[in-house]
């Protein structure tokens, strides 16, 4: 049974930096992707940050491509999303997503991911 497991989140300064991870466990993590989701009150879970199963391809997200930078380490089966330079409008809940495919693109949908972790919360002050 595949687990994901968020960790990291908390109340920061606009400004801050946060790093959120996500420990996988139940399968041979070498075989999944995984990504970084986050959903605000009242709005829809939108795509933050993802990498490939060879950890060797990513993609973020253009709204925080700039602040943000995920890393996936397959001897430690975690997945790692760092965080800098942050606004007030980075506040949401952040779940990690994982899917079984060894591919050469990241996925941004949210059906494309197949299992969730229950979520970290961050929230940012102005």
């Known amino acids: 049974q595949v687990q994901l497991v968020e960790s990291g989140g908390g109340l920061m300064q606009s400004g801050g930096s946060l790093s959120l991870s996500c420990a996988f466990s139940?399968?041979?993590?070498?075989?999944?992707?995984v990504a970084w989701f986050r959903q605000a009150p009242g709005k829809e879970r939108t795509f933050v940050a993802g990498?490939?199963?060879?950890?060797?391809?990513?993609h973020v997200a253009e709204s925080v491509k700039d602040r943000f930078a995920i890393s996936k380490d397959n001897a430690k089966n975690t997945v790692t999303l760092q965080m800098n330079g942050l606004k007030p409008e980075d506040t949401a809940d952040y779940y990690c997503?994982?899917?079984?495919?060894?591919?050469?693109?990241?996925?941004?949908?949210?059906?494309?991911?197949?299992?969730w972790g229950q979520g970290t919360q961050v929230t940012v002050s102005s």
């Open positions: 139940g399968g041979r993590f070498e075989n999944f992707g």
């Open positions: 997503g994982a899917e079984e495919a060894r591919r050469m693109v990241v996925p941004t949908a949210t059906d494309a991911y197949d299992y």
């Open positions: 990498i490939n199963s060879y950890g060797r391809i990513s």
